[in-house]
Nanobody
């Protein structure tokens, strides 16, 4: 069992930055792949980025490469998403998620993730 609490969303102007955080508890954190997904109104939930248990491997969807950075602090059981150069199309509810089945393979499918945070709203105004 893993509990996830995501936070840090808000309203920001285009070009601005936000940092999302996700606090995890309940399992050896370093053995869990962590991901961030987002869901905009009327759209399916999509993979944004993921990080392996050790933090040595990351993956990003093309639309955020060079703007978003995922990181984790295993000592604090936390994962972060630094979002820079935000665009209106980044507006969505952002969810952190945990895949406990592998410590290194980063799946881009939401079906691979076993546990989810409640989500935090990110709104980017033009």
């Amino acid at each position: 069992q893993v509990q996830l609490v995501d936070s840090g969303g808000g309203l920001v102007q285009a070009g601005g930055s936000l940092r999302l955080s996700c606090a995890a508890s309940g399992r050896t954190f370093s053995s869990i792949v962590m991901g961030w997904f987002r869901q905009a109104p009327g759209k399916e939930r999509e993979f944004v980025t993921g990080i392996s248990g050790s933090g040595g491997r990351t993956a990003y969807v093309d639309s955020v490469k060079g703007r978003f950075t995922i990181s984790r602090d295993n000592a604090k059981n936390a994962v972060y998403l630094q979002m820079n150069s935000l665009k209106p199309e980044d507006t969505a509810v952002y969810y952190c998620a945990a895949d406990i089945t592998s410590p290194w393979f980063i799946s881009q499918s939401s079906r691979a993730y076993n546990y989810w945070g409640r989500g935090t709203q990110v709104t980017v105004s033009s």
